[in-house]
């Protein structure tokens, strides 16, 4: 089963995406602490991570570069979303996709799925 690991501040928000990934047949865990998200990650070895850009007393940019600059966790995808558009932002810092907020589940899984597809040589 696929596993997405959600890192997100807000609970509503964390509550909805959770019930969206599993309703799609994936493994949802939450990591609602920035300062845990690479142990998190080290630990349950997600497939994905969907990152909030903006998450409370912390850069998520950060978080996204350590996790690419880490040898074992750099294969992770890691898509980041935002309710400002810094997709220019976190694709430069190494996201393999970014999601503008609000968006529709429907577009969500559309993203998520197309960052999980196996790149071509």
Do not use: N, W, Y
Not at 15 to 37: M, Q, S, Y
Not at 77 to 104: N, Q, V, Y
């Amino acid at each position: 089963m696929t596993k997405i690991l959600i890192v997100e501040d807000d609970r509503a928000t964390t509550g909805l995406l959770k019930t969206i990934f599993e309703l799609e047949g994936f493994k949802a865990i939450v990591c609602a602490d920035p300062e845990r998200v690479v142990e998190v990650v080290r630990r349950d070895r997600p497939d994905l991570v969907l990152m909030d850009s903006h998450l409370v007393g912390t850069e998520s940019l950060s978080i996204l570069q350590q996790l690419k600059h880490d040898e074992e966790l750099r294969d992770i995808r890691i898509l980041m979303t935002s309710g400002l558009d810094r997709s220019r932002e976190c694709e430069e810092a190494g996201a393999e996709g970014f999601i503008l907020k609000p968006f529709r589940p429907a577009k969500l899984i559309a993203e998520v799925r197309t960052v999980l597809e196996p790149q071509s040589p």
